[in-house]
């Protein structure tokens, strides 16, 4: 008795060499009558990261985003080696990724006001005059 064979290969598919994701036998077989050298590997196997995104936005119109190619936070934040966050600030495009520096708006650094300094002195001074006595 013969074994029943999958039903899979029955509807004419065939599985990738790298990952065994199914892929048509139809795009199989254009692939390989166009000579790619990479007919036998599925689209994800193939793909290579990008370098730039293109693509217009709503508000600033055309413009082109450097996705980070390192490490990302769990807020897909990039980070550096350390784990500290690689040019940190936030990126008017929308990506949280993108390492392009026209997109990203630097965090300011944190100022103190004339009246956080009265208070702040107003309070030592409570402070020091309870533990002078």
Not at 55 to 67: Q, V
Not at 78 to 86: K, S, T
Not at 106 to 131: C, I, M, R
Request: aromatic letters at 10%; hydrophobic letters at 30%.
């Amino acid at each position: 008795m013969t074994e029943p064979r999958t039903p899979v290969l029955e509807t004419g598919y065939i599985f990738c060499l790298q990952c065994g994701q199914i892929i048509s036998y139809e795009a199989w077989t254009r692939r390989k009558a166009r000579n790619r050298s990479d007919w036998k590997e599925c689209a994800d196997c193939r793909a290579v990261p990008s370098r730039a995104i293109m693509w217009t936005h709503p508000a600033l119109g055309r413009i082109t985003c450097f996705p980070y190619s390192g490490e990302l936070d769990d807020n897909w934040n990039p980070i550096n080696a350390v784990g500290n966050l690689y040019r940190p600030g936030e990126r008017i495009c929308g990506h949280k990724d993108c390492v392009n520096t026209k997109h990203i708006i630097e965090p300011q650094p944190k100022t103190v006001s004339d009246d956080d300094l009265f208070w702040g002195l107003v309070e030592t001074q409570s402070v020091n005059k309870k533990n002078r006595r």
